[in-house]
């Protein structure tokens, strides 16, 4: 961990989940598996979906096309790359971690209600695939 950046990001992680946290919704309610689906099938909700699954897949495809001069440039600056080549990877862990993140609570959510295996099942599934990303 380095002082700069490390230290400030952290602490407005840390500021970021608290706040969240104690401004965030207190009702406990219960989402079925067809609500779930209602949710997904929301034009704001596929947008952002498709959004982030376009910007994963460019810097994978990215990554791939260029890797012999990720690789050299890397190389040729360890201890000074470039930020747009160090984020690359970390666009597309967020992003698989993002989607990974929305099928696990999905699970909570659906292990609430004591929905079936298969429910249960299919969001386990997609939870998988997102965070092997």
Same mark, same amino acid.
């Given at each position: ?15 970021? !989940?608290? @706040?969240?946290?104690?401004?965030? /919704? ?5 989402? !079925?598996?067809?609500?779930?689906? !209602? ?8 947008? *952002? ?14 990554? *791939? ?13 360890? /201890? ?7 984020? @690359? ?20 959510? @659906?292990?609430? !209600? ?10 386990? @599934? ?8």
């Amino acid at each position: 961990m380095q002082r700069w950046p490390d230290m400030p990001a952290g602490a407005l992680i840390l500021l970021g !989940t608290f @706040l969240t946290s104690m401004t965030g /919704s207190r009702q406990s309610s219960e989402v !079925t598996f067809s609500e779930l689906g !209602t949710l997904l099938s929301d034009a704001k909700c596929i947008a *952002s979906l498709v959004c982030l699954g376009c910007i994963i897949v460019g810097c994978v495809a990215y990554m *791939s096309r260029r890797r012999a001069e990720l690789e050299q440039a890397a190389q040729a600056r360890p /201890s000074n790359p470039n930020i747009a080549e160090v984020l @690359l990877p970390a666009v597309v862990a967020s992003g698989c971690g993002c989607i990974a993140n929305i099928a696990l609570k999905a699970v909570g959510e @659906l292990l609430k !209600t004591k929905a079936g295996f298969w429910h249960v099942g299919l969001w386990l @599934l997609l939870g998988r695939f997102a965070a092997i990303g």
